[in-house]
């Protein structure tokens, strides 16, 4: 019940209480109080109205509008939450093959942007990376590394916002801000022109802004998942 209720508008639940604690209030010490002035016991009357008016379309709203708004995303969550860790999972595993590429322990809890620079300065954008395209023994270069997870990235960021009614504004917002950084139109300009760069330092600081971004979203999935996971 506790995590039904949670789930509510945040206004809606404290305008809820605030009404109750006061329509209490009324009824036990206003009630016997001797009217103070005319039209006081009218005004109560009124008051009271308000208040149970205000319980009454709070209890119509959780049973009809929003009792339905949770069943639907208790199914529909878990899969919004796999594609954002999908979305999240793929700036870890970057940064996992590029520590390893570059002898650096990098990782989403530790990474700043001067690591990010020393690690990049050591790859070549026309080198192999960990990445197996269609032709067997056939590896991406690291600017087609970068692209293919911008992509898939953003392959489920599109699963993610065709599910816009039932995402919270936090996490959904944030998802937006990842769709939307610079690494991506970055690495879709860079990969479209030929490279005489010998390391990809260049990259660094709108690569380490997108790590910040990913960080972020995992803390808010974390917190989607103790409600809906």
Request: aromatic fraction near 12%; hydrophobic fraction near 45%.
């Amino acid at each position: 019940m506790i995590r039904f209720i949670s789930t509510a508008p945040r206004l809606l639940n404290i305008l809820a209480l605030s009404s109750l604690v006061l329509l209490i209030f009324k009824i036990i010490e206003l009630n016997d109080i001797k009217e103070l002035f005319n039209g006081a016991y009218e005004l109560g009357v009124i008051l009271e109205t308000i208040l149970s008016s205000i319980l009454a379309s709070y209890i119509f709203y959780m049973v009809v509008v929003h009792l339905k708004e949770f069943k639907d995303r208790k199914y529909i969550y878990p899969l919004i939450l796999k594609w954002t860790n999908i979305v999240v999972g793929c700036c870890i595993t970057q940064l996992r093959e590029i520590g390893e590429a570059s002898n650096i322990s990098i990782d989403l809890n530790n990474v700043t942007e001067q690591s990010l620079k020393t690690a990049f300065g050591k790859i070549n954008p026309n080198n192999q990376a960990p990445l197996l395209l269609g032709f067997p023994g056939t590896y991406a270069n690291w600017i087609q590394y970068m692209l293919y997870y911008k992509r898939r990235t953003k392959s489920n960021i599109e699963k993610i916002v065709s599910q816009i009614l039932f995402i919270e504004s936090k996490l959904f917002s944030k998802v937006l801000d990842v769709d939307d950084c610079l690494h991506f139109s970055r690495i879709e300009e860079v990969s479209a022109m030929p490279l005489k760069n010998t390391d990809i330092s260049f990259m660094a600081s709108s690569f380490y802004k997108y790590c910040v971004l990913c960080k972020e979203l995992k803390g808010l999935i974390d917190v989607s998942k103790s409600k809906y996971g």
